[in-house]
């Protein structure tokens, strides 16, 4: 399958910092990337959608300018975690996709982000 | 109320044994239903995709089976391997299940 490489794994942060976590697709064009965070033993939670060269589309509760997504070139999605607090600690997953429409395609995911804010 | 419920929540069986897992869904549209992998500290990697027009599909040692009448999908793991010991978790678009937690033993 098609690989999609997150950076970095895990990142320890202070409180009040900004984090910045890159998603990239290796070996396809991803017209579509999307951002999600995991607690422990629950599923994921899609945070939003972006699509390349358009601004990310954002599901509902999760604050825009908090979690900022860049979608600027179609092997790269980043999303940057703003004046990071304690709780914004999780996993972070992206997952990429290619082709249209982008439900008949697959979705592949990065390995994860543990973010963990201090 | 999630909209993808996965059963059971764990399930500990013995290395060589199968097991089924369980998905009932009640989300609408759901152009299809994926079943994923995911190892501790890891991001899901995808075993089955399916469609409504398909009511089962094998991925080596995995069958995915749906049923879009009843919305229920099953994931039917045959010789469990000590390596299958992880989430396994369905869904589909946006919204997925919180997953059931196998562990196999030897």
């Known amino acids: 399958g098609a690989v999609v490489s997150q950076h970095p794994s895990r990142v320890i942060c202070k409180s009040g910092t900004s984090v910045k976590i890159e998603c990239r697709s290796l070996?396809?064009?991803?017209?579509?990337m999307f951002w999600y965070r995991q607690f422990p033993k629950q599923s994921l939670m899609l945070m939003a959608t972006s699509n390349e060269g358009s601004k990310a589309t954002y599901e509902q509760g999760v604050e825009k300018d908090k979690f900022l997504i860049n979608h600027a070139s179609l092997t790269l999605s980043t999303l940057t975690v703003t004046s990071a607090h304690p709780e914004d600690s999780s996993f972070y997953i992206c997952s990429a996709k290619t082709g249209t429409p982008p439900e008949n395609t697959e979705a592949f995911f990065g390995q994860g982000t543990r973010l963990t804010v201090v | 109320k999630n909209q993808v419920e996965q059963s059971p929540q764990s399930l500990i069986i013995l290395e060589g044994k199968n097991c089924t897992l369980q998905?009932?869904?009640?989300?609408?549209?759901?152009?299809?239903l994926r079943w994923y992998k995911q190892d501790t500290g890891r991001g899901p990697v995808s075993l089955t995709i399916?469609?409504?027009?398909?009511n089962t599909k094998s991925n080596g040692r995995y069958t995915a089976t749906l049923d879009a009448d009843t919305k229920q999908s099953s994931l039917h793991i045959t010789a469990s391997q000590l390596s299958d010991s992880a989430s396994y978790i369905c869904?589909?678009?946006?919204?997925f299940g919180d997953g059931t937690t196998l562990t196999v033993k030897p």
């Open positions: 399916m469609t409504f027009s398909e």
């Open positions: 998905c009932n869904y009640t989300v609408s549209p759901f152009s299809n």
């Open positions: 869904g589909g678009k946006s919204t």
């Open positions: 070996d396809f064009q991803a017209t579509t």
